[in-house]
């Protein structure tokens, strides 16, 4: 069975500083996606940033990257610099046969 | 790229009016589309799948004589919620992807007020 688990229902962050929401995964299949959405106030998903399973390479996007441990089954956002606007939830996902997310994490900024 | 159209944004009717919402990617193929639920502060509840041409596969505990979901052409997903009901009341969100291996893209959602 495909599990994505997101520990950490609510983070906070100084604006301009930088912040890891963790998320923890366990699939029976070798070739798997990964993702991170984005979720604001408008309720809008956001693809931020996406990780293919085979690559060794952490995904950078801008002020997002990840931390992709495959042996670990870790796949954890890092948002350097944050703004205002990072504020929302945030959804872990995995997609192999079908697509799982985790239960999201609230990100808040504090100016 | 990659943009889901998904109308109408917000729905008030009558209980017992049936609702029908629409799901579009304007510039891709969707091979796959996808329909949630979401309540509020919750992750998104997955209601059903559909592949263009077949039925939907919908998850357990979902009727699917009331979420009725058409895939009628690889950019096209509608969903009609028959009969509804206060309880209906929610944001549906659809999703579309152009692959196995690809990126959910999502709608905008619809929020459906049943009164």
């Known amino acids: 069975a495909q599990t994505v688990t997101q520990s950490q229902p609510e983070m906070s962050v100084q604006e301009a500083e930088t912040v890891t929401l963790s998320c923890t995964y366990d699939t029976s299949e070798s070739d798997y996606y990964l993702f991170w959405y984005k979720q604001p106030p408008s309720r809008q998903m956001i693809l931020v940033i996406r990780q293919e399973a085979y690559k060794q390479q952490n995904a950078t996007e801008n002020r997002f990257s990840v931390n992709f441990q495959k042996a670990a089954k870790s796949f954890s956002l890092k948002i350097s610099d944050s703004q205002l606007g990072d504020a929302a939830m945030y959804f872990c996902?995995?997609?192999?046969?079908?697509?799982?997310f985790g239960t999201g994490t609230s990100l808040t900024v504090i100016p | 790229g990659a943009v889901v159209s998904q109308h109408p944004s917000r729905v008030i009717c009558k209980s017992g009016t049936s609702v029908k919402i629409e799901c579009r990617s304007l510039?891709?193929?969707?091979?796959?589309m996808f329909w949630y639920r979401q309540f509020p502060k919750q992750s998104l509840m997955l209601m059903a799948t559909s592949n263009e041409g077949s039925k939907a596969t919908y998850e357990q505990g979902v009727e699917k004589d009331k979420f009725l979901i058409n895939h009628a052409s690889l950019t096209l997903s509608t969903l009609t919620v028959t009969s509804a009901h206060p309880e209906d009341s929610s944001f549906y969100i659809c999703?579309?992807?152009?692959?196995?291996?690809?990126?959910?893209?999502f709608g905008d959602g619809t929020r459906l007020s049943i009164l």
């Open positions: 999703s579309a992807r152009a692959g196995k291996r690809q990126p959910q893209h």
């Open positions: 996902a995995l997609t192999g046969n079908q697509f799982y």
């Open positions: 510039d891709f193929q969707a091979t796959t």
